[in-house]
């Protein structure tokens, strides 16, 4: 069974600049979440779909932070534009249900 | 909102010897809570689980969790100690029926 994808692996942008992520979960699983985890903490959600639809994006600064999930399957996540505070991992994770999410490599972005 | 607090962000073992990481949790409800781990550069991998049912719970690597209501932890430990268990480990709870929040992690370094 392949697993989470995730791409670019890494990127390295400038502050202002803008910036996109992507996502392919592992087939049939409904849910979708992406994480941001900054260095030396626990990831921390930024938004969870359930299919289409957006179950929880309460922490997700939406003036910068957008994400969107196209026929129930890949997703992207956006920031536009970018500060040096949005240097991170961004880590996508797919599940069939909550109590077993399934981890992508993540992507790790670099704000100069 | 529940929370998650892993106590002390490095702890260094010898090889052979027990692993003991430490994590307590706040919830007014029934918790459901979880171990990851996340090698270098990797997504995080599911250890093990509480549910429901029995309160001692065996995951993979030979990792093990005992979730103490009267304590409200969920301490992770593993009898001996081997150099690939190096890596860090993320302790987390369910909140609200569906949202994962983690704990900032506890980092494991085996010495040999």
């Known amino acids: 069974e392949a697993g989470v994808a995730q791409s670019p692996r890494y990127k390295i942008i400038e502050k202002r600049q803008s910036v996109a992520f992507w996502c392919n979960p592992i087939s049939g699983h409904a849910t979708l979440y992406w994480y941001q985890q900054i260095l030396g903490q626990g990831p921390k959600l930024l938004i969870q779909?359930?299919?289409?639809?957006?179950?929880?994006d309460s922490q997700l600064p939406k003036d910068r932070f957008s994400a969107e999930r196209l026929k129930g399957v890949d997703s992207t996540l956006k920031i536009q534009p970018a500060k040096l505070e949005d240097s991170a991992v961004y880590l996508c994770?797919?599940?069939?249900?909550?109590?077993?999410?399934?981890f992508g490599p993540g992507t790790r972005l670099t704000v100069t | 909102a529940q929370s998650v607090t892993q106590l002390g962000s490095h702890v260094s073992v010898s090889e052979g010897a027990l692993v003991l990481l430490r994590c307590n949790y706040s919830s007014s409800v029934p918790p459901y809570l979880f171990w990851y781990v996340q090698y270098p550069n990797q997504g995080l991998q599911l250890l093990l689980k509480y549910t429901t049912g029995a309160t001692l719970v065996k995951g993979i690597n030979g990792f093990e969790a005992e979730f103490k209501k009267s304590e409200t932890s969920f301490h992770l430990t593993k009898p001996s100690a081997h150099m690939s268990d190096a890596a860090e480990y993320f302790c987390a709870v369910i909140e609200g029926g569906f949202k994962t929040i983690f704990g900032a992690g506890t980092r494991l370094f085996v010495k040999a």
């Open positions: 994770a797919s599940s069939l249900e909550v109590y077993e999410q399934y």
């Open positions: 779909f359930q299919n289409n639809g957006v179950v929880d």
